[in-house]
């Protein structure tokens, strides 16, 4: 695809984006009430995402970038939206358009209402339902499609390289969509890897990946697989407070003693209850596998979540 940004200062009126709406400032200024606080959604590490109203009455979401024009801000800026321009899929977060001024670099998707799985699975209000069992299975296999489209559907094919809870967002009816490609990289069918700048979350990042620097679909499907995890315990991938326990506080290794414990009920999220298929469980943390060899990992995992389905209610 052609880069359409060859500097900061170049003006934004020749930025060609194929159908993507052009918003004015004046429009997400009046849809997020001049980015209230308390309109905010989230924050990452390229600034902060703010619910807002459009004049049509659509809920939107607008992440907005830091103001200081970082090198690593205008890249993510940029990478955003070439891949969502050219991926387009049931499963992954579509953009609505962006505004680009001298001071400003905004980027407006349709607002998932029921938010993250993260803030689904931790910090819920009250209010809100937990994920039952049948959700979580079904946000699975609908973040497998994602990312499946990504890597067999895309030419150059597209490593997302942030696959986690926090990253996969749900619509009013808890439907799933990759989001956040701030840190996506393209490269040609014919090669088997891409040598990278190692970059993603404390947890999440492949054993490889982070050993020799190389990036492929396997790093996004040990990334899909301790999401997985996620799902199933409803715990952090990094969490210090397990240290307190005598724990491990990384999530692959905390699940890997609970097994050789063979203490399965242990591990399953607490706000799940009893109310779960033990079968389909333990179908899905044999689908992480945790020990298999990389070069193995993928089509065993997407084959796996396709596959999900029947087992014995625990009761």
């Known amino acids: 695809m052609m880069n359409h940004f060859h500097g900061e200062d170049q003006d934004p009126e020749k930025v060609h984006l194929r159908q993507l709406k052009r918003f004015s ?25 703010y619910k807002g109203r459009l004049a049509d009455g659509s809920l939107v979401a607008v992440k907005r970038m830091k103001e200081e024009r970082t090198q690593g801000g205008q890249l993510q800026f940029q990478t955003e939206i070439e891949i969502i321009s050219m991926a387009s899929h049931r499963n992954l977060l579509r953009l609505r358009g962006f505004c680009m001024t001298s001071t400003e670099r905004l980027l407006v998707y349709p607002c998932m209402v029921n938010g993250s799985v993260a803030s689904c699975l931790r910090g819920k209000p009250e209010t809100q339902p937990v994920l039952d069992w049948p959700i979580r299975k079904r946000i699975a296999l609908e973040s497998a499609w994602g990312l499946t489209y990504l890597h067999d559907h ?25 989001g956040s490609f701030g840190l996506a990289k393209r490269f040609d069918s014919e090669d088997s890897h891409v040598t990278t700048v190692v970059r993603g979350t404390v947890g999440h990042i492949a054993p490889e990946y982070l050993s020799t620097g190389k990036c492929s679909e396997k790093t996004d499907v040990f990334e899909y697989g301790v999401m997985l995890l996620e799902l199933i315990t409803g715990q952090r991938t990094f969490d210090l407070a397990r240290l307190a326990n005598d724990e491990d506080v990384m999530l692959p290794d905390w699940v890997k003693g609970l097994l050789k414990e063979k203490k399965l009920e242990r591990l399953v999220d607490a706000n799940l209850g009893c109310i779960y298929v033990v079968d389909e469980v333990e179908q899905l943390i044999q689908l992480v596998g945790l020990k298999w060899r990389p070069w193995r990992r993928r089509k065993r995992v997407w084959f796996g979540a396709a596959m999900l389905g029947g087992g014995k209610t625990k009761d």
């Open 25 to 49: 400032l004046r429009e997400l200024q009046v849809a997020t009430d001049y980015f209230s606080n308390k309109n905010i959604l989230g924050r990452g590490g390229f600034g902060k995402v």
């Open 154 to 178: 895309c030419d150059p094919k597209i490593i997302h390289r942030n696959v986690q809870a926090a990253n996969i967002l749900l619509d009013e009816n808890f439907n799933a969509v990759v």
